[in-house]
């Protein structure tokens, strides 16, 4: 094993970059500096490139709950870092995107005054090191956390503080080729059976679950290449169109298009999977799948949803695999969940509006309506 140069660079980007989203809460604060702070820092060990991320709570009075959810804080499930090599190559993430419930009590972890929590994360695992050279981490996802005396007081839905914490660190990687590991998708394991096959939407095969589980899924499939058609005919200077991706332009229109037709072809074109209920799968989890992928994963809180799509939208069998498509074939993110941020990322975000797999899926269920 080659050692790698000098780990270099703690970019100097301060926290001045505070730059907070309006998330499930209900007023801003401006102008203020924001109590947690963060440090990265990554180095090379043996096969691994591990980012080390501290979560710090500089409020000296104040005890913060941060929401772990798209955080290294549950491990690298969400792509809250970019990466980029020699300062003009973004490279893809290739890691898992996760379709969830909303986040409940044991996702958040106390953050006490004056303390710092820590992670680390083997980034190798979700993005390839192509060549050579000078890779630079960014921390890109928003932060989310609640006040130990507000969590006390709140009962259902937690009003968050959201704040964008932007943070870099750069590494010089040698020998990148024979000494990085590279990222592995967990799937495809397991016998498949049960293929089914769909009159001008391709076929579908499943791995594990039960009969029942298998007939849910085929019934909310079985509506997905008609239902991604009415949708892209419905592509237009519309309020529909509006209210889901924001401000039209032919131009966002064009690649609102393009994603939909992807699904559309990836799903005639490919014999596609469901995995039921693998070992990855955590209790909200609904389902998960990875870009430029033939399968979609189904963990056990999907099986309890209803089948159809709803009027208004919310999520469904169908809905979800809708959503799941999107991000498998049309290589969509993940920036926001849920009816009203989606709302309001349309309204500030268009460009963002354009790649969110659950903007896609509620224009998908709510197009068949109008
Ligand atoms: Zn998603």
Redesign the pocket.
């Known amino acids: 094993m080659k050692l790698v140069r000098n780990i270099i660079l703690v970019l100097g980007l301060s926290m001045t970059l505070w730059n907070h989203v309006q998330a499930e809460m209900s007023s801003i604060t401006e102008g203020v500096e924001w109590p947690i702070s963060l440090n990265v820092s990554c180095q090379k060990l043996g096969a691994a490139v591990a980012c080390s991320f501290d979560f710090i709570n500089k409020n000296d009075k104040e005890d913060y709950y941060i929401l772990k959810r798209g955080t290294p804080l549950e491990g690298l499930l969400s792509p809250f870092i970019s990466l980029n090599y020699k300062g003009n190559y973004q490279l893809q993430y290739k890691g898992i995107?996760?379709?969830r419930n909303p986040p409940e009590r044991d996702e958040f972890i106390l953050l006490r005054s004056g303390k710092s929590i820590s992670a680390s994360v083997a980034i190798n695992n979700v993005f390839e090191f192509p060549k050579d050279g000078l890779y630079t981490v960014t921390y890109i996802s928003p932060l989310q956390y609640i006040s130990k005396t507000s969590m006390e007081l709140e009962s259902s839905e937690y009003q968050l503080i959201q704040s964008q914490v932007k943070k870099s660190f750069s590494i010089y990687l040698e020998d990148v080729a024979a000494s990085v590991s590279k990222p592995f998708k967990e799937e495809n394991k397991g016998r498949l059976i049960d293929l089914l096959s769909i009159e001008g939407c391709g076929s579908a095969g499943f791995i594990g679950g039960s009969i029942k589980q298998k007939i849910g899924i085929t019934k909310a499939h079985t509506q997905l290449c008609k239902h991604y058609r009415v949708a892209k005919n419905k592509i237009d200077n519309t309020q529909l169109y509006e209210t889901w991706f924001g401000e039209y332009t032919p131009s966002r229109a064009k690649l609102v298009t393009e994603v939909i037709l992807k699904c559309i072809e990836g799903l005639e074109g490919n014999a596609v999977t469901y995995r039921i209920n693998p070992s990855m799968c955590r209790y909200n989890w609904n389902a998960f799948t990875y870009a430029n992928s033939n399968s979609v994963s189904l963990c056990p809180a999907y099986h309890h949803r209803d089948i159809y799509c709803k009027r208004h939208g919310s999520p469904t069998k169908e809905s979800i695999l809708a959503?799941?498509w999107t991000?498998a074939f049309g290589w969509?993110r993940?920036f926001v969940y849920g009816e009203k941020r989606t709302k309001e990322l349309a309204k500030k975000d268009p460009w963002k509006a354009v790649m969110n797999?659950?903007s896609y899926e509620y224009f998908y269920c709510i197009s068949q309506y109008q």
């Open positions: 995107h996760v379709h959503h799941e991000h969509t993940d797999a659950d």
